[in-house]
């Protein structure tokens, strides 16, 4: 059995359900956002300055395995995985956010293995938030509400 325990979930307006075990070292993973295909947890306990922004965790889940497409020469699925953490840097003095690290894993809630782990080199693009998800990441390391964390 997996150590994260799912129950059902709802959020509403108000309300914002943590799932995960409750431990210093572990992640407290909130709801964020129910895209049907996937869902996104935001660990609110995660932020932290990153040069002159600040950067959050975030962890993807999806209903089935994913990929990145196949190999052209063999056809070969590249990065299956269950989930995805993402960090985002986030520059609140603009409200944007972009992509700086991420890490692939076989299981949900990043259990199993690492498929692929990397990290932005070089200049970040910073961009809108347009998903749920990345309008979390951006309430939770400004310290605002959005009309999804509200």
């Known amino acids: 059995m997996n150590k994260f325990a799912i129950t059902a979930a709802f959020v509403t307006a108000a309300f914002v359900a943590p799932v995960g075990i409750a431990n210093a070292d572990t992640p ?44 052209p020469a063999t056809g070969a699925l590249q990065y299956p995985h269950r989930s995805v953490k993402i960090q985002y840097a986030v520059d609140c003095n603009n409200g944007v956010l972009a992509m700086n690290a991420w890490q692939m894993h076989s299981g949900n809630f990043a259990d199993g293995a690492v498929v692929w782990a990397d990290r932005h080199h070089g200049l ?7 998903i749920p998800e990345e309008q979390g990441a951006i309430a939770a390391a400004c310290g605002t509400k959005t009309a999804s964390t509200n």
């Open 28 to 71: 407290r993973w909130n709801l964020i956002a129910d895209a049907g295909l996937s869902t996104a947890y935001i660990d609110r306990d995660s932020v932290a300055p990153l040069g002159a922004a600040k950067s959050v965790w975030v962890l993807r889940n999806y209903a089935q395995t994913i990929d990145l497409g196949s190999d």
């Open 124 to 130: 970040l693009d910073y961009i809108a938030a347009s």
